[in-house]
């Protein structure tokens, strides 16, 4: 029903801007809007679970450095917090301070995003080696 729903205004909304607007319609369309803003909410949802459960996944996780361990699992836990603060702001009508909190939230999401990237560039060769090792064992 949500996809059905949204691909519905989607088309709607679209098929009667789309005209108007060209290509400032991914920015200025309000459904179009909402469908890009969920989309990339699904697709950031997905690719920081699909890095925590590799990350965990056949050895690795201990040969990770605590801070990359503790950077994946904040950034795991605060798309989780992100993504259910988008949920209510748009079930709840968009109250203006769970609007606010969604974009803190944004922000702090980015930061643990940026520390993730960083303490995993860092980890060495080391855990490339033994991640090496576990997918193809010699």
Same mark, same amino acid.
């Given at each position: 029903?949500?996809?059905?729903?949204?691909?519905?205004?989607?088309?709607?909304?679209?098929?009667?801007?789309?005209?108007?607007?060209?290509?400032?319609?991914?920015?200025?369309?309000?459904?179009?809007?909402?469908?890009?803003?969920?989309?990339?909410?699904?697709?950031? =949802?997905? *690719?920081? &679970?699909?890095?925590?459960?590799? !990350?965990? /996944?056949?050895?690795?996780?201990?040969?990770?450095?605590?801070? %990359?361990?503790?950077?994946?699992?904040?950034?795991?836990?605060?798309?989780?917090?992100?993504?259910?603060?988008?949920?209510?702001?748009?079930?709840?009508?968009?109250?203006?301070?769970?609007?606010?909190?969604?974009?803190?939230?944004?922000?702090? =999401?980015? *930061?643990? &995003?940026?520390?993730?990237?960083? !303490?995993? /560039?860092?980890?060495?060769?080391?855990?490339?080696?033994?991640? %090496?090792?576990?997918?193809?064992?010699?």
């Amino acid at each position: 029903v949500w996809l059905r729903v949204c691909a519905f205004e989607l088309h709607t909304h679209a098929s009667t801007c789309l005209p108007q607007l060209g290509f400032r319609n991914f920015f200025e369309n309000t459904a179009t809007v909402q469908f890009d803003h969920r989309m990339l909410a699904y697709t950031t =949802l997905a *690719t920081v &679970g699909t890095l925590m459960v590799t !990350a965990r /996944r056949g050895g690795q996780w201990k040969e990770l450095p605590r801070r %990359a361990q503790k950077a994946i699992t904040a950034t795991t836990h605060f798309v989780g917090v992100q993504a259910l603060l988008g949920i209510s702001t748009l079930m709840m009508y968009v109250p203006v301070h769970l609007g606010v909190t969604h974009q803190a939230g944004a922000l702090v =999401l980015w *930061t643990c &995003g940026l520390w993730t990237l960083h !303490a995993v /560039r860092r980890t060495g060769p080391r855990v490339a080696n033994v991640a %090496a090792r576990k997918v193809m064992p010699m």
